[in-house]
């Protein structure tokens, strides 16, 4: 069996009362602690099932209506009485809804996304520019050169051209008509030496090539 609680207790006291009671009468004639009652009338007051008389610290309170049950709150329910109440007090405060800060946070992340594809394209039709310059290099490096021919040596004749390489003409006729070099003298071997002259060459001692050396 659910015990009583303290303030169906008290409520139980004061039905049927012509006269209000204060809250040490109530306690004493409960059995319970004085201060646990007073705790308990003043949430009961709160709660507009007690109404109060006197003034100072001679107040008297008496039933003014029974407690009211009806069906639980679901906790979604509960979460979104919790909702409300915290929007009421940002409003109180001056601070903006919930629901327009989420929206700006979000329209904020869109353009950094926005920005950083936006840059992301830059570099990547750069990098394209830089490929194309440079397959565009390697191809023109890889083509034969074609010598240049100026206008003032379009116009020459023949004959002006021939004389104007004569001097790679020349060139041979210069190294037919220089001196010869003497050849370099050729050095005899000790073979040779030895073949044409029939001697043996002298083996000096060490003593001699000691004194020498000092």
């Known amino acids: 069996m659910k015990p009583i609680s303290r303030g169906q207790r008290i409520r139980d006291f004061l039905r049927g009362k012509d006269r209000g009671y204060a809250p040490g009468e109530i306690a004493e004639a409960l059995g319970l602690d004085a201060l646990p009652?007073?705790?308990?009338?003043?949430?009961?007051?709160?709660?507009?099932?007690?109404?109060r008389t006197g003034s100072?610290?001679?107040?008297?309170?008496?039933?003014?209506?029974?407690?009211?049950?009806?069906?639980?709150?679901?906790?979604?329910?509960?979460?979104?009485t919790k909702r409300a109440c915290e929007e009421r007090k940002r409003r109180r405060r001056g601070a903006r809804p919930v629901a327009e800060y989420r929206a700006e946070r979000a329209a904020m992340r869109e353009q950094r996304i926005a920005e950083e594809a936006q840059r992301r394209r830059e570099r990547e039709e750069a990098?394209?520019?830089?490929?194309?310059?440079?397959?565009?290099?390697?191809?023109?490096?890889?083509?034969?050169?074609?010598?240049?021919?100026?206008?003032?040596?379009?116009?020459?004749?023949?004959?002006?051209?021939?004389?104007?390489?004569?001097?790679?003409?020349?060139?041979?006729?210069?190294?037919?008509?220089?001196?010869?070099?003497?050849?370099a003298p050729r050095v005899e071997t000790v073979e040779e030496w030895m073949a044409r002259t029939g001697k043996r060459p002298q083996v000096l001692p060490a003593v001699?090539?000691?004194?020498?050396a000092a």
């Open 37 to 51: 009652v007073c705790h308990t009338i003043g949430n009961m007051l709160r709660a507009g099932m007690l109404s």
């Open 127 to 183: 990098r394209n520019v830089q490929a194309a310059a440079r397959r565009a290099l390697e191809a023109k490096s890889a083509l034969p050169k074609v010598r240049k021919v100026t206008p003032a040596a379009a116009k020459r004749t023949q004959a002006q051209r021939i004389m104007a390489h004569s001097h790679a003409l020349a060139e041979p006729a210069k190294l037919l008509d220089a001196p010869l070099k003497p050849p």
């Open 56 to 80: 100072g610290h001679s107040f008297h309170y008496s039933l003014a209506r029974e407690a009211t049950t009806g069906p639980r709150k679901t906790q979604e329910e509960k979460l979104q």
């Open 208 to 212: 001699w090539n000691q004194a020498r």
